[in-house]
């Protein structure tokens, strides 16, 4: 599959599966949502102390896996992975990213902005920014 194809398909779903490496080497999979932009930079919002950000910390070669709409469709797009700063204040630059991510995935604004500014701040949000380089599935 084309790696313009599989975005194309990735494109307009938010939910797959981001797949780290363990220190171990070993696969850590984990559901996430994402919003990705059209030349294939996929963000996502994670937590600063999760196995896949320390996964990713260690080592930034990822995949992503997205579902179709039936069992035999799918992309799994490989790449790399790098981390913005931890949200460390309601207005910095990390947080109006996640409120960017959020207003994108969700499709609609947040009830309350300024606590989900908070949240991001005390949840010690930060922003995977995972880039593809190689793709393969059945979209």
């Avoid at 994670?46 to 469709?73: C, E, H, I, M, Q």
């Avoid at 996640?98 to 949240?119: C, K, N, Q, S």
Wanted: proline letters at 6%; zero cysteines; glycine letters at 8%.
């Amino acid at each position: 599959m084309e790696l313009i194809d599989a975005i194309a398909f990735a494109r307009p779903r938010h939910q797959g599966v981001l797949v780290t490496r363990r220190r171990s080497g070993a696969p850590q999979l984990s559901n996430i949502g994402y919003a990705m932009e059209p030349g294939g930079l996929a963000r996502i919002s994670v937590t600063d102390d999760r196995a896949k950000t320390r996964n990713l910390r260690r080592d930034p070669v990822s995949s992503l896996y997205v579902p179709g709409d039936d069992f035999w469709s799918y992309v799994v797009l490989d790449g790399t992975t790098s981390l913005s700063a931890v949200a460390g204040a309601p207005d910095d630059e990390t947080v109006e990213e996640l409120v960017a991510l959020y207003r994108t995935v969700r499709g609609e604004e947040h009830p309350d902005w300024d606590e989900f500014r908070r949240a991001m701040v005390t949840e010690r949000r930060l922003v995977a920014r995972f880039r593809p380089t190689h793709a393969y599935g059945m979209g």
